[in-house]
């Protein structure tokens, strides 16, 4: 009887198709990973950019400005308010007319980045105005 070494040419094409099926699989699964990390890459920049929104929106009173459009470092931000409630007398803490009027506004804010909208969000914010001046109301 020959003794026979080293491996068949029949154990080199299986161990072949077992390491290209091996090297599929994880090449499948390392893709899908990279997809995800893309992905959540995105939302944190989406959520970057709308905290930073709110913190401008927070800062413009729709009642004197209902639209318009601003740079927040390397995003625009861009803004169209509808007022909920018309403008109205204000009370003041003793219970009588005050010196603005308020309203409510939903707000439609809009992100770009490089002209490209990057994303969506609506809000509530009050607008109010001086419409009384203190010296008079006395």
Partial sequence: MIKQRGFTLLEAIVALVLIATTGLALF???????????RVQ???QQHEAVRNALALISTINPLVRPEGREPLGQYQVAWTSN???PPRDGI??????????V????MTVQIYQAEELLTTFNCRQIGAIQVRDPATDL
């Fill in 92 to 101: 003041n803490r003793v219970g009588s007319i005050g010196l603005y009027q």
């Fill in 28 to 38: 499948s699964w390392i893709n899908t990973n990279l997809f995800s990390l893309y």
């Fill in 42 to 44: 995105q939302v944190q």
């Fill in 83 to 85: 007022a909920i409630e």
């Fill in 103 to 106: 309203a409510l506004f939903e």
